[in-house]
Structure formats: structure tokens, C-alpha cells
């Protein structure tokens, strides 16, 4: 595994509200369960949160489930249905954790889904098969020289503005330790992309541009959201910008979007200096979720968000 995602710890706190419940829900008949002595005497209350959640959890992975609610205000799903929706939607790695800490999964994604109403564009999907229309511009990109403690290896750069407060914060951190962040290449309009794919098909042919450069409409730098890092090549990996962005950059909502060994899955050969900026909530969920793979947890949205979406309890409905 790529040692950016063992070197980040994320901590979870989840506050549990004391609202009256009119039924009996699986989570406090767990709680009975396992709280009953051997001589069947009452059940006690002195279990706690977490034993419970792992209680549900290897009942969700052994698969013996009642059709009953989860007991997740955010959401709909029965114990069943929830199980099918990860089985349908998740792999074999992340399926596994995603079982054992449902109630925390589905709290990330609740907040994403909330997330999605005001800032779209962190979720969406661009790659070699999803395209962003020819005239898509952010309308809030913000010029990066405004920034004068920002070091800037590129002319004209721009990001949208709900970048920067992290940008500005990851930069700081940097520099606390002692590391110099240059930046080579932000925003890129449809046709500046057009230029820079046929640029590179002229020089090397298409098969090979087609490993490291995206066609219009298909780079995550026309959401206003990708960032490469200078010096623009594989040796950026070995300097100690490189090394401390893969340590640390997912603390302040920046992914490596196409890491190491992972062609396969990304489209583009590995890239130590492209990252995107998804938020500090998608980033949690990368890191813990979904194997540190940028990739998959935006396929994962991409197929799921509308099945998801069904089974979200806005606030404002909860009861």
C-alpha cells in the first residue's frame, strides 16, 4: 500500500442523539444481547457504542440479517439491503471494512451527499470515459499570483476559490517542515487542452500521449480543481516535495490522482505531481474506504449516488 494512507490517521467522532424511539431498533437489540449475563438476568447499559457496532458489523459480514432498519438516522436501509448495496457497488477490500463500520460509511456519504447540493463539481467524475462539456469554466477561478507566499513555477494560474483556504493551509505545513512547494500547472481551459494533447500526439504519437495526457474535455484540470506540482516529471517522486505531498496532502482535501501501479485502473501512468482537490470529506473516505484510490471511490459515486440518494433522510425529515 502506498505509505500516504498508513501515515494519516483519521479520527471519527460521532455525537448520538437522545431522541425517544417508537420502535425497537436492531442496534438496542444487539445492545440486550450482548449485555445479558449467562443466568438471564436484565440487561445492563453499560456497552458501549463501539462493541455495538461491531456486533452489527459481523452480523452484516456473516450475513444472517433481519429485515430490519440500520440504525443510522441518514439513511433508509434495512440491515439486507444495505448489505446488497455494497456487495453491488463494492469490492472485495473495501466490502469487507465497509461491513464491519457501516454506520460510519454511511454518515461520510450522508455528509457527501449534502456536500454534492453545494459544491457539485468535488464529486464529480473526469477521466478517459466521463467528459466535461467544451464550454465548462468555473466561474470562481481565482488567479494564484494574488497569493504572494505562494511559489509559482507557472505563468498565469488560476484555481476556484473553495481551493485556496487548503492550498494556502497544506503550504504553511509545508514550509513548518522545512518544504518548498512549487506549483507548475492549475486551471486549463477545453482548447488549452486541445493544444497540449496535440502537442504531445505530434511528438510521440497517440498511444503513448494518450498514457500521460488527457483529451479536451477529459482532464480534472478544467474542473479548477487539479494541481501539478513543479518539477512535471517522474523525478518530482524523489524530492522532498514529493515525498511530504504523498504523506500529507489528503489532511488538507488534496489526492494523488493517478498513484503508482495503478494504470490499470487511473488510464495514466503514474504521476507524482498531478493532484486533485476533493475536500476533506471525500479525502476521509478515499483514505479509509477505498484503498487511497482516488479512482475508485469517484467510480464508486459515479454508479452509486443515485441509488444512495433514495435512501437518504434529509435533516429536515428526520423525526
Do not use: C
Given at each position: 500500500?502506498?505509505p ?12 448520538t442523539?437522545q431522541?425517544?424511539i ?12 450482548n ?5 438471564g438476568?436484565?440487561?445492563t447499559t ?8 461491531r ?5 452484516l459480514?456473516?450475513?444472517k ?7 443510522v438516522?441518514?439513511?433508509?436501509f ?7 448495496f ?12 465497509t461491513?464491519k463500520q457501516?454506520?460510519d ?6 455528509a457527501v ?7 457539485p ?18 466561474k ?20 476556484r ?11 504553511e505545513a509545508?514550509k513548518a ?12 481551459s ?5 493544444d ?8 510521440e ?7 500521460y ?11 479548477g480543481?487539479?494541481l501539478?506540482?513543479?518539477?512535471i516529471s517522474?523525478?518530482?517522486a524523489?524530492t ?11 489532511q ?16 495514466y ?7 486533485r ?8 473516505l ?5 484503498q487511497?484510490s482516488?479512482?475508485?471511490f ?6 452509486a449516488?443515485?441509488e444512495?440518494?433514495?435512501h ?8
Amino acid at each position: 500500500m502506498n505509505p500516504i494512507f498508513s501515515a494519516i490517521v483519521f479520527t471519527t467522532v460521532w455525537a448520538t442523539t437522545q431522541t425517544e424511539i417508537l420502535m425497537v431498533s436492531p442496534l438496542a437489540k444487539i445492545r440486550a444481547m450482548n449485555s445479558h449475563s449467562a443466568t438471564g438476568t436484565e440487561a445492563t447499559t453499560d456497552t458501549t457504542e463501539a462493541e455495538t457496532d461491531r456486533a452489527l458489523g459481523d452480523r452484516l459480514v456473516k450475513g444472517k440479517l433481519p429485515n430490519e432498519l440500520l440504525f443510522v438516522p441518514d439513511f433508509d436501509f434495512s440491515e439486507q439491503s444495505f448489505q446488497k448495496f455494497v456487495q453491488k457497488y463494492l469490492g472485495k477490500v473495501p466490502l469487507q471494512k465497509t461491513l464491519k463500520q457501516p454506520h460510519d460509511f454511511l454518515k461520510l456519504l450522508g455528509a457527501v451527499i449534502e456536500q454534492e447540493d453545494r459544491e457539485p463539481y468535488l464529486s464529480l467524475l473526469v477521466d478517459k470515459t466521463h467528459s466535461l462539456p467544451q464550454n465548462y469554466a468555473p466561474k470562481d477561478l481565482v488567479p494564484l499570483k494574488n497569493y504572494p507566499m505562494l511559489k509559482l513555477a507557472g505563468k498565469e494560474l488560476q484555481l476556484r476559490a473553495p481551493v485556496i483556504p487548503d492550498l494556502l493551509k497544506m503550504n504553511e505545513a509545508a514550509k513548518a517542515d522545512g518544504v518548498s512547494l512549487s506549483l507548475g500547472s492549475a486551471y486549463r481551459s477545453f482548447s488549452y487542452q486541445f493544444d497540449v494533447f496535440r502537442h504531445y500526439v505530434g511528438r510521440e504519437g497517440l498511444h503513448a500521449a494518450n498514457r500521460y495526457s488527457a483529451k479536451p474535455g477529459k482532464s480534472q484540470h478544467q474542473l479548477g480543481l487539479a494541481l501539478d506540482f513543479f518539477p512535471i516529471s517522474q523525478a518530482f517522486a524523489g524530492t522532498a516535495a514529493g515525498n511530504w505531498l504523498l504523506a500529507n496532502a489528503l489532511q488538507y482535501g488534496f489526492s494523488l490522482s493517478y498513484p503508482e501501479g495503478r494504470e490499470a485502473t487511473t488510464g495514466y501512468i503514474y504521476e507524482p505531481w498531478h493532484y486533485r482537490y476533493v475536500g476533506p470529506l471525500i479525502a476521509k473516505l478515499i483514505a479509509l474506504y477505498f484503498q487511497g484510490s482516488q479512482q475508485e471511490f469517484f467510480s464508486f459515486w459515479n454508479q452509486a449516488a443515485a441509488e444512495l440518494k433514495q435512501h437518504y433522510i434529509p435533516e429536515s425529515k428526520r423525526s
